[in-house]
C-alpha cells in the first residue's frame, strides 16, 4: 500500500479504531520511508489525481472564498489514556516542530496542492495559521500526526507527508469543503417550473392584459374573475388586495382577503370563500381556481420582491391565468411560458384619456389649481411643500409611503371629496398604485429619486420611464371628474428631461426574481450546521445557479435581519421565519421590536396584549411635532409586525385580534396627525426639529448635480456649449434667486428688505476694512460665490 493510501485511510479510521491499530500502523508508517523525491512524485500524483476529480465534477463557477468564516478548532488538553504518540515514539521537540511547519508553509507543492481541494491562498493561509496553533497548542496529539511528525525530525518521512493531517484540520475549520458538490445541488435553481409540479400536472392558459395606466386592462381580468366559479387575485399591496375584495363582495360574489397581516373569511360559519383576493406573497400555489389574476406582473424585475411575481407565474394552478401589467414584460413572460409549455395570448389596450404634458412648468406654487397633484421623491420635500402651500392659505391633503393604508384613503378621500375645502395633493410616487385619485395635472416636483439597485446599493438618478409614465398616468383617470391629464415639472429646467424620459420606449424586461425557500435553507444548514444564517444566505447566493431569464433577488433585508437576532437561540425554522418578516430597517424602534419579539419568544413567553400596550407605551398622545407624527408611524408598522407573526406563531402572538383594534385607534391618531401635518411642520421648525430650508438647499443641489450630469448624457453638445459660455450676471442672479425664495413661501417682502438692509450694512463695515486692493479683488469674487448665504 503507498503512503498516502495508507495516510487517508488512517485519517479516516474512527478514533476508537485507530487506537486498536497502534503498532500496525506505526510499523507501516515507519516501513514507508522514501528520499525526497519520491516525496514530491507523491504530492504530484495527488494533485493530479485531485484535479482529474475536478474536471470531472463540472465546470462551476468558482466560489467567492471570502464568504467562508473559519471555525475554531480547539487544542486538545492532556489526554486521559496519556500521550499515546510520545509512548509509542518519543515527546515532540517544539521547536523542530515548528521549523517543520514553516517550511511545509512554504512549498510550492504543497500550495498547489491545497488550490486543487480548494483552499485558495487566502484559505491556505488561515487553514495553516489554525493548523499550526493547534499542533503547538495542544498538549497531546492523535497518534497518527504525532509518529509522522517524529519520522519527518527524525528524515524518516517527507515534511510533504503532513498534508492529509492539514487537508483534514482544513475541512474541520471550512467544512464547505467537504460539501461543496452537495452545496451546488442544494443551491441549483435552474429550470424553476419544475418546482411546481400541480401547475404543470394542468395545460394553463395565459392572458396577458397589457397597456398603460388607465387603459381598462385590470378591469376587464377582474370581470373575468368574477364571473368565475372559483378566482385568485394577486395584487403587490394591501391597498389593491382590500379593493378587489371590497368589490367582489359589493357584487355579491363572496370574497376572502389575505394579507402577511390579515386574514378576514365572509363565510358565516368561517368556511373559505371560492374566491380570495390575496398580496402576491401570500398566494397558494397548491390550491385549484378557475381564474387567477395576477397585477403589475412588470414587478417581476423587482431587486427584492420579484420572486412573489415569478412563484405566482409558474406555480398557481388556474384554468385561466390572467396577467396585467407593462407590455414591456410581453417578451420575458413568452419565454418563461415556453419553458413550461404553455402559449400566451396577448391583448393590448390603449388609454381610455388623453394626456399631454405641458410646455411649460408651474415654476411657482402660486400657480396651482383644484386637482393639482405635486409628486416628490423624499418626506422633507413633501413637509417644505404642504408648508409653503399653507402660507398661501390653501388646504392640501398628504399621501406617502410609510402612512398607514387607513390614512392613505382618509387623505384620498378628502383630495376626492368635491365639498371639501382640499383640493391640492402633495404625494410621493406611492400614488403610483393601489389609490384611485381625482387628479387633473400631475406636477413632478423633482425627477431624481434614491433607488436600490441588483446589488442592494443605493443610487440617485433620474426616474424610469416606467415610473414617470406610472406617475404621470394617475392624472385625468377614465373615473374621476376629469377627463383630460396634464403633467409638468416644477421647476422649467426639468420640463424637457421629463419629456426625454416619458418619449424613451420602456426596456424590455430580461429576468425574473428567484429567492431561496426556508427547506432549502435547511438543507444547507444541515451540512454548514455552525454557520450563521446570514453567512448560509451569502453562501447560498454564490453558489447558487440560475437560467438566463432569472437572477437571485437581493436579500440585504433578510440578512439584516438575520444578524440582528444572530445572538438569539431559535430553531434554524423560526428564524428563517422571523427574517422574512417586512421591516423598515430604517426605523430603529421597529428593529428593536423584532429583537424583542425573538427574544420573548426563545424564552417562551407568549407576547400577550397587555405587554405590548407596555411595551408601546400604550395609550398614545396625538402628535405635536413632525418626529411624533413618525414615531407613531413607526409603533404602527411594529403592531403590523406583531399581526404579520401571530399567523406564522398563533400561540405565541396570541391576540391579534386585539392588536387589530388598538391599530384602528392608532390610525386614527396618525390621521388626526396628517391632517394637522401644516403645524406640525411649522412647530418642528420653531423648536428647530425640522430645518426644511437647510434640507430643501441640500435636496436642491444634490438634484441640481445629478440633473446636470444626466443632462450632459443626453443633450447636445451644441447645446451646452451655448449655455456654458453665456455670461453671468450677479445682479440678475440675486434677483432671480430672491423673487424665487419669496415666491416659494421661504421668504417674505418684510424678511426681504430686512435682508438688504443687513447686507448693505456688512457691506459698509467690509468696505471700511478693506485696505489693499488684492484683498478687495478676493473678497468680491467671494461674495459673488456666495449670493445665498448673504
Known amino acids: 500500500m503507498s503512503f498516502p493510501r495508507c495516510a487517508l485511510l488512517w485519517a479516516r479510521l474512527p478514533a476508537g479504531r485507530r487506537v486498536g491499530h497502534r503498532a500496525a500502523a506505526c510499523s507501516a508508517l515507519r516501513a514507508r520511508v522514501e528520499p525526497l523525491p519520491g516525496a514530491l512524485g507523491r504530492v504530484s500524483a495527488v494533485a493530479s489525481a485531485s484535479s482529474s476529480s475536478s474536471s470531472a465534477s463540472g465546470g462551476s463557477k468558482a466560489p467567492n472564498t471570502s464568504l467562508f468564516v473559519p471555525l475554531t478548532v480547539k487544542p486538545q488538553g492532556p489526554s486521559a489514556d496519556g500521550d499515546v504518540g510520545a509512548e509509542l515514539t518519543r515527546p515532540l521537540d517544539k521547536n523542530e516542530v515548528k521549523k517543520i511547519l514553516d517550511k511545509f508553509y512554504k512549498r510550492k507543492e504543497i500550495q498547489k496542492l491545497g488550490a486543487d481541494y480548494g483552499l485558495d491562498a487566502r484559505l491556505f493561509h488561515q487553514a495553516f495559521i489554525s493548523f499550526r496553533n493547534y499542533i503547538m497548542q495542544s498538549h497531546s496529539l492523535d497518534v497518527d500526526i504525532h509518529i509522522i511528525l517524529n519520522d519527518i525530525c527524525f528524515s524518516a518521512a517527507h515534511v510533504d507527508d503532513l498534508f492529509p493531517f492539514f487537508l483534514r484540520h482544513a475541512k474541520q475549520i471550512f467544512p464547505v469543503l467537504e460539501c461543496k458538490d452537495d452545496l451546488r445541488k442544494i443551491s441549483d435553481l435552474r429550470i424553476p417550473p419544475n418546482w411546481y409540479p400541480e401547475a404543470r400536472a394542468i395545460q394553463r392558459k395565459i392572458i396577458f392584459h397589457s397597456g398603460p395606466t388607465n387603459s381598462g386592462k385590470t378591469y376587464h381580468a377582474i370581470q373575468k374573475y368574477l364571473s368565475a366559479k372559483s378566482g385568485v387575485y394577486c395584487g403587490p399591496l394591501k391597498l389593491l388586495a382590500h379593493e378587489i375584495f371590497e368589490k367582489s363582495n359589493a357584487a355579491g360574489v363572496p370574497c376572502d382577503l389575505v394579507t402577511g397581516e390579515e386574514r378576514v373569511t365572509v363565510g358565516p360559519d368561517g368556511k373559505q370563500a371560492a374566491h380570495v383576493a390575496c398580496t402576491v406573497e401570500m398566494c397558494s400555489v397548491t390550491t385549484p381556481y378557475e381564474v387567477a389574476v395576477i397585477d403589475e406582473i412588470q414587478m417581476i424585475k423587482d431587486p427584492a420582491r420579484g420572486w412573489a411575481w415569478t412563484r405566482a407565474l409558474l406555480g398557481l394552478c388556474a384554468e385561466e391565468v390572467h396577467l396585467c401589467g407593462e407590455s414591456a414584460a410581453i417578451d420575458l413572460v413568452t419565454e418563461l411560458m415556453y419553458t413550461t409549455g404553455e ?448
Not at 419669496?742 to 417674505?748: C, S
Request: proline share 6%; aromatic share 8%; charged share 25%.
Open 343 to 790: 402559449e400566451v395570448e396577448v391583448r393590448n389596450y390603449k388609454r381610455l384619456t388623453p394626456i399631454s404634458v405641458l410646455d411649460h412648468a408651474l415654476e411657482s406654487l402660486d400657480n396651482l389649481r383644484p386637482g393639482d397633484c405635486i409628486v416628490c421623491f423624499n418626506k422633507n420635500d413633501i413637509y417644505s411643500v404642504s408648508r409653503q402651500i399653507e402660507i398661501r392659505g390653501l388646504e392640501s391633503a398628504v399621501i406617502y409611503g410609510s402612512l398607514p393604508p387607513g390614512t392613505k384613503l382618509a387623505q384620498a378621500k378628502k383630495f376626492n371629496d368635491p365639498d371639501d375645502p382640499c383640493k391640492i395633493l402633495v404625494a410621493t410616487d406611492a400614488i403610483g398604485m393601489g389609490l384611485n385619485l381625482s387628479i387633473r395635472r400631475i406636477i413632478f416636483y423633482s425627477l431624481i429619486k434614491p433607488t436600490i439597485n441588483e446589488k442592494g446599493e443605493k443610487e440617485i438618478e433620474p426616474i424610469t420611464t416606467s415610473q414617470a409614465l406610472q406617475i404621470a398616468g394617475r392624472a385625468g383617470r377614465f373615473s374621476s371628474k376629469y377627463k383630460e391629464g396634464e403633467v409638468t415639472t416644477m421647476n422649467r429646467e426639468d420640463l424637457s428631461l421629463l419629456k426625454e424620459i416619458l418619449k424613451r420606449p420602456v426596456n424590455p424586461i430580461k429576468a425574473a426574481g428567484l429567492h431561496p425557500t426556508a427547506e432549502q435553507i435547511e438543507m444547507f444548514a444541515y451540512h454548514l450546521p455552525d454557520t450563521t444564517l446570514s453567512n448560509l444566505i451569502d453562501i447560498f447566493v454564490d453558489f447558487s445557479q440560475v437560467d438566463g431569464q432569472y437572477f437571485v433577488c437581493n436579500m440585504d433585508d433578510f440578512k439584516f435581519s438575520a444578524e440582528l437576532i444572530q445572538h438569539i437561540p431559535l430553531s434554524l425554522r423560526v428564524r428563517y421565519v422571523f427574517c422574512t418578516a417586512p421591516i423598515n430597517k430604517k426605523q430603529p424602534f421597529v428593529c428593536s421590536s423584532l429583537l424583542q419579539f425573538a427574544r420573548q419568544y426563545s424564552r417562551n413567553e407568549p407576547l400577550t396584549f397587555s405587554w405590548l400596550r407596555r411595551y408601546i407605551k400604550w395609550p398614545l398622545l396625538p402628535p405635536k411635532n413632525i418626529k411624533d407624527l413618525m414615531d407613531l408611524e413607526a409603533v404602527h408598522d411594529v403592531l403590523d409586525l406583531y399581526l404579520w407573526l401571530s399567523y406564522r406563531f398563533i400561540d405565541m402572538f396570541p391576540d391579534a385580534n386585539f392588536i387589530r383594534d388598538l391599530q384602528k385607534e392608532l390610525d386614527g391618531i396618525i390621521q388626526e396627525g396628517v391632517h394637522n401635518i401644516t403645524k406640525l411642520i411649522k412647530i418642528s421648525e420653531t423648536h428647530k426639529l425640522l430645518n426644511l430650508e437647510s434640507l430643501s438647499a441640500e435636496n436642491q443641489s444634490r438634484l441640481s448635480g445629478a440633473l446636470k450630469s444626466q443632462a450632459r448624457r443626453m443633450r447636445s453638445t451644441k447645446t451646452l456649449g451655448s449655455k456654458a459660455t453665456e455670461p453671468p450676471t450677479s445682479n440678475v442672479e440675486e434677483k432671480s434667486l430672491a423673487s424665487r425664495l419669496v415666491q416659494q413661501g421661504l421668504l417674505t417682502a418684510d424678511m426681504l428688505k430686512q435682508l438688504e438692509k443687513e447686507w448693505l450694512t456688512q457691506q459698509t463695515e467690509h468696505g471700511k476694512e478693506k485696505t489693499e486692493p488684492g484683498t478687495h479683488s478676493k473678497g468680491t469674487r467671494r461674495k459673488k460665490k456666495e449670493p445665498p448665504s448673504d
